[in-house]
């Protein structure tokens, strides 16, 4: 099976822009959760989807959001970007939602916010 | 709010030595689930522990959860440079309708040769 996708692996955007962040799960998967990484705050969880719908939510400002199509693809888009958005971005696939079943990672998006 | 406490943050060993990394949750966990991070990698999943009192092993790895189901372990023997990366624990939390996997903030393991 193929692993977990994400594109694009790197990207650079200046304060105020937009970002969408694309993430292909596991054949099969159905769930797919989001997490931002970095040094400091180690891995926060953003959301999960489960067949198109939003299951569950961190707490994270309105300008994350997310989608998930019917081919259980997903995309995370950032509005009005922050400094302090710069880190790796993590998607991650399951059987389950809910933190129910191991979770495949994807090799994530390194955003720099510049 | 709910957490997951790990400790140590960091750990240096000779190869050869013993590591352990503790995970302890405010909680009771339904599950409790380990990862590995290499570095400049993504989180690998390890094994999940189900069971009060559970103890899996993987080769030099031995994965333990408590009898309350609030705390595990992860101990690697006669660690290898194989074995650098981050070891994180996780386990779901529910709040306000919500369930969320919520990872501890990891053990970066490093290993001397």
């Known amino acids: 099976k193929a692993g977990v996708t994400q594109t694009p692996r790197y990207l650079i955007k200046t304060r105020g822009q937009q970002v969408t962040l694309s993430c292909s799960p596991i054949?099969?998967?159905?769930?797919v959760s989001w997490y931002q990484q970095t040094p400091g705050q180690g891995l926060q969880f953003l959301f999960e989807?489960?067949?198109?719908?939003?299951?569950n939510k961190g707490n994270f400002p309105g300008r994350f959001s997310g989608r998930q199509f019917s081919n259980s693809r997903s995309e995370m888009n950032v509005s009005t970007l922050e400094l302090g958005d710069s880190a790796l971005y993590l998607c991650?696939?399951?059987?389950?939602?809910?933190?129910?079943?191991?979770?495949?990672f994807g090799p994530g998006t390194r955003l720099t916010v510049t | 709010g709910q957490q997951v406490m790990q400790i140590p943050q960091y750990q240096h060993v000779q190869e050869g030595e013993d590591f352990t990394t503790y995970c302890n949750s405010s909680?009771?966990?339904?599950?409790i689930q380990w990862y590995k991070q290499r570095p400049g990698g993504h989180p690998v999943f390890l094994i999940q522990?189900?069971?009060?009192?559970e103890v899996k092993k993987q080769k030099r790895l031995t994965f333990q959860f408590g009898e309350a189901k609030k705390n595990s372990s992860l101990h690697i023997t006669a660690t290898q440079t194989t074995d650098v990366g981050t070891y994180f624990c996780?386990?779901?939390?529910?709040?306000?309708?919500?369930?969320?996997?919520?990872f501890g903030k990891g053990t970066k393991l490093s290993v001397i040769p």
């Open positions: 909680t009771t966990l339904s599950n």
């Open positions: 054949s099969g998967h159905r769930s």
């Open positions: 522990l189900v069971k009060s009192g």
């Open positions: 989807y489960f067949s198109e719908t939003q299951r």
């Open positions: 996780a386990g779901p939390y529910s709040g306000a309708g919500s369930y969320q996997l919520t």
């Open positions: 991650a696939s399951s059987l389950v939602s809910g933190g129910g079943s191991e979770q495949y």
